[in-house]
T-cell receptor, first 112, second 113 residues
Framework: EAGVAQSPRYKIIEKRQSVAFWCNPI?????LYWYQQILGQGPKLLIQ????????DSQLPKDRFSAERLKGVDSTLKIQPAKLEDSAVYLC??????????FGPGTRLLVL | GENVEQHPSTLSVQEGDSAVIKCTYS??????FPWYKQELGKRPQLIID?????GEKKDQRIAVTLNKTAKHFSLHITETQPEDSAVYFC????????????FGKGTLLTVNP
């Protein structure tokens, strides 16, 4: 079974620039999550999709972050404009239910 | 919302010793508790999980215990090996009005040969 795919794996940008991350979940998994993991901390949920609908985006900084999952499969997460404090690993996870989650390799973002 | 506290933040043991990591949660509606292992620069990987209708679960050298009354759960690793060195995260999932997984801050386990 193929795992969760993410790209790019690494990204370096300057503050105020825009960046986008892509996630392809495990085939058949209806639920998709985006997490932010700051160095030394546990993953923090940014947004959860069930198929192409948003279930929870209460911790998404909506003034600069956006995410979509238009066809209920792939998803993109965008930051515009980026701030220094956005430097983190952005993890995508998928789940056949809302419990057991399988993580992708993450995108490591550095904002200079 | 749910709050998960994890201790210790770092743990160093000798190869062959046991390691115990403890977590507490705040939401009594939480009913699923996974543990993830994250090696440096890699994705978190699920190693074991337990549901609220079970008190203990074992998988080879790894076991998890759950005390619903006290709202705490623990990860036990026996006969530790250097390849067990990683960051371990506990998490709690609430199936009530807040359907999300809340993670602890992680424990850096170092197994010394």
């Amino acid at each position: 079974e193929a795992g969760v795919a993410q790209s790019p794996r690494y990204k370096i940008i300057e503050k105020r620039q825009s960046v986008a991350f892509w996630c392809n979940p495990i085939s058949g998994h209806a639920t998709l999550y985006w997490y932010q993991q700051i160095l030394g901390q546990g993953p923090k949920l940014l947004i959860q999709f069930q198929n192409n609908g948003v279930v929870d985006d209460s911790q998404l900084p909506k003034d600069r972050f956006s995410a979509e999952r238009l066809k209920g499969v792939d998803s993109t997460l965008k930051i515009q404009p980026a701030k220094l404090e956005d430097s983190a690993v952005y993890l995508c996870a998928s789940s056949p239910t809302s419990e057991t989650q399988y993580f992708g390799p993450g995108t490591r973002l550095l904002v200079l | 919302g749910e709050n998960v506290e994890q201790h210790p933040s770092t743990l160093s043991v000798q190869e062959g010793d046991s390691a115990v990591i403890k977590c507490t949660y705040s939401d009594s509606a939480s009913n699923y508790f996974p543990w993830y292992k994250q090696e440096l620069g890699k994705r978190p990987q699920l190693i074991i999980d337990i549901r609220s209708n079970v008190g203990e679960k074992k998988d080879q050298r790894i076991a998890v215990t759950l005390n619903k009354t006290a709202k705490h759960f623990s990860l036990h690793i026996t006969e530790t090996q250097p390849e067990d060195s990683a960051v371990y995260f506990c998490a709690a999932y609430s199936g009530g009005s807040n359907y999300k997984l809340t993670f602890g801050k992680g424990t850096l386990l170092t197994v010394n040969p």
